[in-house]
């Protein structure tokens, strides 16, 4: 009933640019915080950028001054913009929301693939 998927991720050149996409569909009442994970090979999971419904914003220190986190309410969509990306941003990328729906809760994307060059 309650589906993100997640878009726009690929293969780029370091200090290339990315736009990573995540709607959320299904009988939504209303979407909450969102926010973008990543997990790097060999890595745990690691908090990207979150964004609440008033719009505040937060990053992880590395990608601060690079990554923009941003939001359509009415699209239910929350989106990622990554630029001078580094290989070490490599990852898979997942968005997470917290929804409003018959089954309230914290819902995940499948990931989307990010692969930075060097």
């Known amino acids: 009933q309650v589906q993100l998927v997640e878009s726009g991720g690929g293969l780029v050149q370091a200090g290339g640019s990315l736009r990573l996409s995540c709607a959320a569909s299904g009988r939504i009442f209303s979407v909450n915080a969102m926010g973008w994970y990543r997990r790097a090979p060999g890595q745990q999971r690691e908090l990207v950028a979150t964004?609440?419904?008033?719009?505040?914003?937060n990053y992880v220190d590395s990608v601060k001054g690079r990554f923009t986190i941003s939001r359509d309410n009415a699209k239910n969509t929350v989106y990622l913009q990554m630029n001078s990306l580094k290989p070490e941003d490599t990852a898979v990328y997942y968005c997470?929301?917290?929804?409003?729906?018959?089954?309230?809760?914290?819902?995940w994307g499948q990931g989307t693939q990010v692969t930075v060059s060097s």
């Open positions: 997470n929301a917290w929804v409003i729906a018959s089954g309230t809760g914290s819902y």
């Open positions: 964004i609440t419904s008033g719009g505040t914003t």
